[in-house]
């Protein structure tokens, strides 16, 4: 159990347009999802917070409205970039708690952003 | 806040020797304490966690690691390593609170075994 999915897995977009990735709980309901960033050859930075059914929170230095995050259900949480540039291109990656489960995070696959 | 520290940053040892990844937290509450490793190419996996007990841990694939309280202290153990365990490791924490509590990564270990 505890499986974590992100969709898609690769994405290449044009400079400019915006790009939604989904972190999804497979076999779980999951209250609260986290956000990370990795690039290349480097740690995970955690970008957001994301709680079901309130706003998420942003760390400091991460545009809230570039990336725009929703956690519309118990298993469904939302990464959009939005006006994706070049340096936005990085590997994204989601984690999530069990809901009344240990404060532990099961990790998705990971989603590479590259943006032309 | 807390932070966590992984002093070594690449790694390189011969096939079946010994290893020890060092991991030093500074936070002086209760933490959970976990190690993620994350292979070339692939997604991030772990290794092992640490919420209460025993304080040496032992998880998938051989690794084990012993958290000393007084040192802020999960270093990572495996008595013989393989090459296929050469990765990245992270060494992570949060704060043992009721409810999700974000995770602070150290900044990773790069292990190289070579045959």
């Known amino acids: 159990g505890a499986v974590v999915s992100q969709h898609p897995s690769r994405v290449i977009c044009k400079s400019g347009t915006s790009v939604k990735i989904e972190c999804r709980s497979l076999?779980?309901?999951?209250?609260?999802m986290f956000w990370y960033r990795q690039f290349p050859k480097k740690s995970l930075m955690l970008m957001a917070t994301s709680n079901e059914g309130s706003k998420a929170t942003y760390e400091q230095g991460v545009e809230k409205d570039k990336f725009l995050i929703n956690h519309a259900s118990l298993t469904l949480s939302t990464l959009t970039v939005t006006s994706a540039h070049p340096e936005d291109s990085s590997f994204y990656i989601c984690?999530?708690?069990?809901?009344?489960?240990?404060?532990?995070?099961?990790f998705g696959p990971g989603t590479r952003l590259t943006v032309l | 806040a807390q932070s966590v520290s992984q002093h070594n940053h690449h790694v390189i040892l011969s096939e079946a020797a010994s290893l020890e990844l060092g991991c030093n937290y500074s936070?002086?509450?209760?933490?959970?304490l976990f190690w993620y490793v994350q292979y070339p190419g692939q997604h991030l996996q772990l290794l092992l966690k640490y919420f209460s007990g025993d304080p040496l841990v032992k998880g998938i694939k051989g690794f084990e690691a012993e958290f000393i309280k007084s040192k802020f202290s999960f270093n990572l153990r495996k008595p013989s390593v393989q090459w296929s365990d050469t990765a990245e490791y992270f060494c992570?924490?949060?704060?043992?609170?009721?409810?999700?509590?974000?995770?602070?990564f150290g900044t990773g270990t790069r292990l190289q075994v070579t045959l």
């Open positions: 984690s999530a708690v069990r809901a009344g489960g240990l404060n532990e995070q099961f």
């Open positions: 076999d779980f309901q999951a209250t609260t």
């Open positions: 936070y002086g509450g209760t933490v959970n």
């Open positions: 992570a924490v949060n704060i043992n609170t009721g409810t999700a509590s974000k995770l602070t």
